[in-house]
């Protein structure tokens, strides 16, 4: 699973910069380590016209690292991005 949430970030007359917390749950250490891999990679080269916006550059703020969960089952690893971004 992955769960995405606005921290704050900042907006300009015709752009907005997100900041986003990204985590990722998975059964396995390994799930969860090559899931942060594969969603680095994809948002970093993500690019484009999306759902009525144009991302114009994502920029890795802090990378994918372990964190916390109340279920020991569970293994998370948490990342923030800023996503620039303006209206199509």
Not at 59 to 66: L, P, Y
């Amino acid at each position: 699973m992955i769960r995405v949430q606005r921290l704050g970030g900042y907006d300009e007359r015709f752009a907005d910069h997100p900041r986003v917390a990204v985590d990722v749950f998975a059964a396995t250490a390994d799930e969860a380590r090559a899931l942060a891999s594969q969603l680095t990679e994809a948002l970093l080269f993500l690019r484009g016209p999306v759902n009525g916006a144009v991302i114009r550059d994502v920029r890795c703020d802090a990378g994918f690292s372990r964190l916390p969960w109340a279920n020991e089952l569970v293994h998370r690893r948490g990342a923030t991005f800023t996503i620039s971004l303006r209206a199509a």
